[in-house]
């Protein structure tokens, strides 16, 4: 029962981070195509980490996730009004290229010249 709460509570700390990100002014964060890509957080609530990644790179993502450590405060503080925990993990924002890396695999995939196989005669043919 415990796991389930927590996955709940971490499916809720991510939609929630991602309505508070939109609604920042600071230009490292809003200058970018901003993603949270997994949000993970211990068993007893004390820490959460927020895995960022940004469309236009690794670069981006760093840059973002200085403006959001800048930020964590006023994070934290509408996180917990918004979720009304007990205790609001602390954040720790942690960059990643995941976006741009899938985005250069689904380039390479597109650009491959594969032939498409002649029809295979249907099953019921063959029976």
């Not at 389930?4 to 230009?27: Q, S």
């Not at 940004?54 to 917990?80: F, H, I, P, T």
């Not at 993990?89 to 390479?108: C, G, H, Q």
Request: some cysteine; aromatic content about 6%; proline content about 4%.
């Amino acid at each position: 029962m415990a796991n389930h709460k927590l996955g709940r509570t971490t499916e809720d700390i991510r939609r929630e981070l991602t309505a508070i990100f939109r609604g920042l002014k600071d230009p490292r964060v809003t200058g970018c195509f901003l993603s949270i890509v997994r949000v993970e957080v211990t068993n007893d609530l004390s820490y959460c980490t927020v895995y960022v990644s940004a469309l236009e790179g690794m670069d981006a993502a760093k840059e973002a996730v200085k403006g959001l450590k800048n930020a964590s405060g006023y994070v934290r503080r509408e996180l917990g009004m918004r979720l009304r925990l007990r205790h609001v993990p602390e954040l720790i924002f942690t960059p990643t290229d995941s976006i741009a890396y899938s985005a250069e695999i689904s380039r390479i995939l597109n650009s491959l010249d594969i032939p498409k196989d002649e029809e295979e005669p249907d099953e019921e043919d063959h029976a």
